[in-house]
């Protein structure tokens, strides 16, 4: 039985990714919390809805690769809820976020 390789912390790359937020300014990623897809909107009456469409609502997200509009909470901060849009490639900012109604996912 051989002993596990020691884990080089050297060549770990640490970015910080910044979140802007409207009313802290830009914070670090570690203080938000992801919420999901913005672009999924649920059934307004989920009665009325078949099961597979009430499946597809709860289950089924696409995986873009470029611009994903998504819900964050600034849940270590000012606890406010954005919509913003990112790249999902190489996880830039592409829009300044903006504040989603009081209706969270
Ligand atoms: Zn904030």
Known sequence: ??????????????????IPCPWCGPRNENEFIYQ???????PPDPGAV??????S????????????R???NHRYGCRQWLELERNTLDHTI????????KETP
């Open 94 to 101: 592409a829009s300044t976020p903006i504040v989603t109604p």
């Open 70 to 72: 998504e819900h964050w």
């Open 36 to 42: 999901g897809d913005a672009t999924v909107l649920r």
């Open 1 to 18: 039985m051989s002993a596990a390789p020691a884990l080089n912390l050297t060549r770990i790359d640490l970015k910080m990714q910044l």
């Open 50 to 55: 078949s099961d597979e469409e009430w499946t």
């Open 57 to 68: 609502y709860l289950y089924l997200r696409d995986n873009p690769r470029g611009l994903h």
